[in-house]
């Protein structure tokens, strides 16, 4: 069986991580494949509809049961493809922890709290992949604790950038230097970019 459904504010591989270890316990659920793109999750199995729709519904990302599709053959992970998830995660570790230390650096030499505050959500991002690199093929109880962990610091960083705006927007600040936060903003994107390339592919050779 094959249960789709619709997730409007699923649209980066943190949503997807959250999606898997949230599902992680339902029985029945033999694999899940994310379509990025087209905000569509598919779960693969036998499993209590209702469970399973309310379940998503709890993590507030818009979920919407779309159809359910019959005659579908489970999904199973091997070797192979934790090697493949390996390698995926330690690229787009790198590039998000690159651009952190780059964007932070450039982002308090220009005096830009945008700069600052990106370099703190590519921190997130590479958090939650490093996470991730140690929980491939792990049980799902370590995967729960470490999405929790994982949690908890991005409140952490968010309240670091509060902090920050509040203390800028109250007190007296220069204007930052507008050319180089376009051409790091321009070159965080083309990371961005890369990054979710690296993680379609993967993806699309795991669903193949």
Same mark, same amino acid.
């Given at each position: 069986m094959r249960y789709v459904y619709k997730i409007m504010k699923m649209d980066c591989p943190c949503e997807e991580r959250l999606i898997r270890m949230k599902l992680e316990d339902i029985?029945?659920? %033999?694999?899940?494949?994310?379509?990025?793109? &087209? !905000?569509?999750?598919? @779960?693969?199995?036998n499993c209590d509809l %209702? &469970?399973? =729709?309310? =379940?998503?519904?709890?993590? &507030?990302?818009?979920? =919407?049961?779309?159809?359910?599709e019959k005659g579908e053959t489970a999904i199973t992970d091997s070797p192979? =493809? %934790?090697?493949?998830? !390996?390698?995926?995660?330690?690229? @787009?570790l790198a590039i998000n922890f690159s651009f952190f230390i780059i964007e932070m650096?450039?982002?308090?030499?220009? !005096?830009?709290?945008?700069?600052?505050a990106d370099s703190l959500d590519m921190l997130a991002d590479a958090l939650v992949y490093g996470m991730s690199l140690a929980v491939v093929g792990a049980t799902a109880f370590k995967k729960r604790r470490v999405g929790m962990?994982?949690?908890?610091?991005?409140?952490?960083?968010?309240?670091?950038?509060?902090?920050? @705006? @509040?203390? !800028?927007?109250?007190?007296q600040e220069e204007v930052p230097d507008h050319t180089l936060m376009i051409i790091v903003s321009v070159l965080a994107l083309i990371a961005n970019a890369v990054s979710l390339v690296i993680l379609q592919r993967t993806r699309s050779k795991e669903v193949h």
């Open positions: 029985p029945g659920i %033999d694999g899940l494949e994310f379509d990025l793109k &087209n !905000r569509v999750l598919s @779960v693969i199995g %209702d &469970n399973l =729709t309310s =379940t998503l519904d709890s993590l &507030n990302l818009g979920s =919407t049961f779309v159809k359910l192979a =493809t %934790d090697k493949r998830q !390996r390698k995926a995660l330690w690229w @787009v650096a450039t982002g308090l030499i220009s !005096r830009s709290m945008g700069l600052v962990a994982s949690g908890y610091f991005q409140i952490f960083l968010a309240v670091i950038g509060l902090y920050e @705006v @509040v203390k !800028r927007f109250i007190g």
